[in-house]
């Protein structure tokens, strides 16, 4: 017994990956009057001052900073709204979806399922222009009280973490109800690991880099191509030279025909031709001849 294994998984990253800005920059603190540097310096001491995990730091000041101010999480989906992204986005998900993949391919049943992994905030990107076209959204959470408002995180998802969901993604174990430990034959997964392409920016997509391509699947570095201090870049170059994190690094332009976009269809168009030559040779392995006279 096994799962039709037709789908092409494309996870992302999002700060630095889909957007040039860090979404609480972006839309966050302008909404609630909070001074970036300011706060980003009392991240930086609770991590060393008081030992505290990085994204709990920014959890917890950003709670601090809201105070009595605190919003609902339909209230940060509503600011979500204004995130703005890299040339190409949303638009590349609808060409991707009519136009990447051959009628032999759509014939089996073939698809291409968009998914982002992210330290940020998930309620923001929830109410984000590319929210429609992501199949699930995994990002820190919040809590609220009996009024609605935010008051404890209730979910947190560090760089670590990440890769946890590309066990959910490959087991298709979307609902947190679902135990990802729990074992499953390599055939009953629906998304395996080398029908997955992961993209990100740098150290922190290092353990997701390294477990796509351990089983199998396909990595890209990103940079911002805007970055005059060549910073994003340099991280990309790391990644691909003595590090040997991924093979690919190319500037973050969505559109069609960029350097990318060239990368991403024909990952995408060779592992959709591996699939269909898996089930022909499945069908020739498993047909009886009929005798011939």
Sequence with gaps: MSVPQNTIAIVYDYDQTLSPNYMQDEVLFPAFGIDPPKFWARCQALVREDG???E???LKALLDCLDLDRPTNARLAELG???KFYPGLPEMFDEMRTGLLRPDH???GIKVEHYI????LKALIDGSRIAPYIKAVFGCEFAEDKSGHIVFPKRVISHTQKTQFLFRINKGLLDYTQDVNDHMPPEMRP???DHMIYVGDGPTDVPCFTVVRQYGGHAIAVY??????RTSFRKCYQLVGTADRVRHIAPADYRAGSHLRLLLDQMVGEIA???VARRQRDVEETTVRAPKH
Excluded at 117 to 120: K, P, R, T, W, Y
Aim: net charge negative; aromatic share 10%; charged share 20%.
């Design 117 to 120: 992994i992210s330290s940020g």
């Design 191 to 193: 998304v395996p690991f």
């Design 273 to 275: 031709d591996r699939i």
């Design 52 to 54: 505290y995990d990085s």
């Design 81 to 83: 709204a204004g995130l």
């Design 56 to 58: 709990l730091a920014y």
């Design 106 to 108: 759509e014939m089996l």
């Design 224 to 229: 911002n191509p805007g970055d005059k201090s």
